[in-house]
């Protein structure tokens, strides 16, 4: 049995036996299980200085301009930001979106809707446990390397697909838009308030 130290924690490594080809195997190995470590509250605010809102009676999540007076009503923008402990860092740090409408809670997912990936807020609690993928799971990152206030919000269940806002008529709606490695799109841009 030895313990190995990387980065600031220490993991137990406890090899068992040496298979054929010197295959080295181990028992007890930390699952990669996502545990909810800390909530922050926020609202999330675009490229424009939009707040995003949440109107779960008409299935909509977009980015409007609100008033001091609204903002402090709060309904449907202020967020809950779950972040998860992970063994993956380099992905990015996992969260997971909820937010308070009246008295119910609701939180973001992603759901594949004829062919497309759709954002969408559910009634219910985010879990403190995720076994597994999950389409409520987002990767936290740096917008650039440097705006550090800045961030986008990375799919965790397709590389590449980030949270951004698409014109739809007066409507800047939330979606799911891919992005191509070098680029930068300012629709994904966001900051936590």
Not at 100 to 105: F, G, I, L, W
Not at 111 to 126: A, D, L, P, Q, S
Not at 127 to 143: R, Y
Not at 156 to 178: N, Q, T, V
């Amino acid at each position: 049995m030895r313990t190995v130290k990387m980065s600031a924690e220490e993991i137990l490594v406890c090899a068992v036996e040496l298979g054929k080809n010197f295959c080295l195997y181990f028992d007890e190995l930390e699952c990669d299980a996502l545990c909810k470590e800390r909530t922050l509250h926020r609202v999330l605010r675009n490229v424009n200085s939009q707040l995003l809102v949440v109107r779960p009676d008409l299935n909509v999540a977009a980015f409007e301009d609100v008033t001091d007076q609204e903002m402090q009503s709060g309904k449907g923008m202020h967020f809950s930001i779950h972040c998860y402990k992970t063994t993956t860092p380099l992905a990015g740090l996992p969260v997971a979106f909820s937010v308070q409408v009246e008295d119910k809670s609701y939180y973001m997912c992603c759901e594949r809707e004829c062919g497309e990936m759709i954002v969408r807020f559910k009634e219910g609690e985010v879990p403190k446990e995720i076994p597994g993928e999950s389409n409520i799971i987002f990767f936290k990152k740096t917008f650039t390397s440097c705006s550090s206030k800045a961030f986008k919000f990375e799919y965790s269940m397709e590389k590449g697909m980030f949270l951004a806002f698409e014109e739809e008529g007066c409507l800047r709606k939330l979606i799911l838009k891919k992005l191509s490695k070098d680029e930068v799109d300012e629709t994904m841009k966001m900051s936590l308030c």
